[in-house]
């Protein structure tokens, strides 16, 4: 975001008519409204939720909490970071609303957005060389909008899967998806709770329960191979000495594969002494969040050798945490149950450590498998548990069911759900040949779940601001991907992760967490300096690989 505001304001329009119209208010939203608005374009935001933050508007269950630290995990925008502090390293969803409520009155973004409101379909008129779309909003003015663009920043976790459980209706306690947690919040105090799931959110929120429920337990299908978070609380001073460093942290983004400020050690692990390569990983281990996962020797996630090295010292770790070995082992497998580091890894606090408690139960759903849901519980292979309360931390339909599940339909009428019922076909992880005009932020085929949200929004962000001011120097009003381009791109991301050991893991980076879904790696896994390199390289030769008119 540019730190200075523009005298220009935005070219006068009818209440349903834009040049641009963005949907999802999180990081790649907001962005781009502002950038487009500086450039003087009509652009208006719809937002399914009633407030700002996107996915920490959605994400309000106990314990929600950023994985990247705060440093990273902001907008780069000087006026904006000189004012924020932040309370812990990495902040929970309460600090994130925070941030985003400050960030909207710093640029007074509302004023352009309507909330609770979903989009439902959308239409490429060819004829006019604009798009069509109907939206649920309760505002008349907004049920039916006209765009001559339209930017999908849905992001990567917008659509919440519930796996088909027997009997789930008739469960007679509270029943909630971690992605759709009631905004009035939800008390674990003296309840009996049952999580299904350890992804990030069923770690995070069974972490939050162990503490005050009298009873928890966890049904576990596969082991999530977390990483210590090292949480710490900061205070003014510790603000100061994070924002003397800011500048060369941000900067740091565009070299490094993730968009943090820190990269792969260029050593291969077993080119290294055990000693120096233990050395290593302690050292990542103290640093806590993703280092040990994205600071390690640069082949740990393509060379099975080298990945057992870092898997057994993972094991090792958390077993020495655990006191009843069999939890131990299904917990930390004697054997990877996956190449580490091919899920992404959850943070951790105190998951580990509160299977040594008494109130804590362990399910092993790949010994014990889910029967039913009854009114009174989940029913096992090994029996009836009663709960209280059931969490179901069971994934979303990640990184392209944002766009799937609205009904979006290009020039020949085909949607873009059956487009790619049998694998993704985009142009640089931004637009899709047959939807003229229809670019994606933070979506399918761009580094998305490898890059932290705002490290792409303003990477991705100023690129697509670009075009679209360039398309509007040039006297042009339409841009398509051409199907060569994007099946090139298609063949790039498929050759990128042959090689690595990302398409052994059941993963939704490989679209395996949901039935039916083609199996194959939906981001970019190249890293952020050969991305960029990509698409300002196609920029500067006109946009090459889009046909533009």
Known sequence: MSAVKSDQGPASH???????????????????????????????????????????????????RVDTVCNIYQFSRE?????????????????????????????????DITFDTRVRRARFDEQAKAWTVETDSAESNMANVKANYLLICTGFGSIPYTPPFDGLDSFNGE????????????????????????????????????????????????????????????????????????????????????????????????????????????????????????????????????????????????????????????????????PFGTKRPSLEQWYYDMFNDDHVRLVDMKQSPIVKVTPRGVTTTDGEFELDILILATGYDAVTGGLTKIDIRGIDGTSIADKWA??????????????????????PQSPSGFCNGPTSAEFQGDHIVECLAYMREQGLSRIEAT?????????????????????????????????????????????????MATIGESAANGYAGYTLS
């Open 14 to 64: 009818s209440d349903n008519n834009f040049d641009v119209l963005i949907v999802g208010a999180g990081f790649s939203g907001l962005y781009l409204l502002d950038q487009l608005r500086e450039q003087g374009f009509n652009v208006h935001l719809v937002e399914a939720g009633g407030g700002v933050g996107g996915i920490w508007h959605w994400n309000c269950y106990p314990g929600a």
């Open 79 to 111: 006026d904006l970071w000189r004012e924020w502090e932040w309370s812990e390293r990495f902040p929970g969803y309460a600090e994130m609303r925070e941030y985003f409520e400050f960030v909207d009155r710093k640029l007074d973004l509302s004023r």
């Open 175 to 338: 029943c909630h998806h971690t992605g759709l947690w009631p905004q009035s919040g939800l008390d674990f105090s003296g309840q009996r709770v049952g999580v299904i799931g350890t992804g990030a959110s069923g770690v995070q929120v069974a972490q939050e329960a162990s503490r005050v429920a009298s009873e928890l337990t966890v049904f576990q299908r596969t082991p999530n191979l977390c990483l210590p978070m090292q949480q710490q609380q900061l205070d003014t001073a510790a603000n100061e000495r994070m924002r003397s460093s800011y500048g060369e942290s941000f900067a740091r983004r565009a070299q490094c594969f993730a968009g943090s400020d820190f990269d792969f050690d260029p050593r291969s692990a077993l080119d290294v002494s055990p000693e120096e390569r233990n050395a290593l990983y302690e050292s990542l281990w103290e640093k806590g969040g993703f280092w040990f996962w994205l600071a390690t020797f640069s082949d740990v996630l393509s060379n099975e050798a080298a990945n057992r090295t870092a898997y057994d010292f993972w094991r090792d770790k958390v077993r020495a945490r655990i006191t009843d070995a069999s939890v131990a082992q299904i917990l930390a497998p004697t054997e990877p149950p996956h």
């Open 422 to 443: 049998n694998g993704v076909l985009t142009y640089q992880g931004l637009a899709s040949a047959g939807f003229p005009n229809l670019l994606f932020g933070y979506g």
């Open 483 to 531: 199907p060569e381009a994007e099946e090139a791109w298609r063949k790039e991301c498929m050759d990128l992760v042959e090689p690595t050991l990302f398409p052994q893991a059941d993963s939704w980076y490989m679209g395996a967490n949901i039935p039916g879904k083609q199996r194959e790696i939906l981001m970019y896994t190249g890293g952020i300096p050969m991305y």
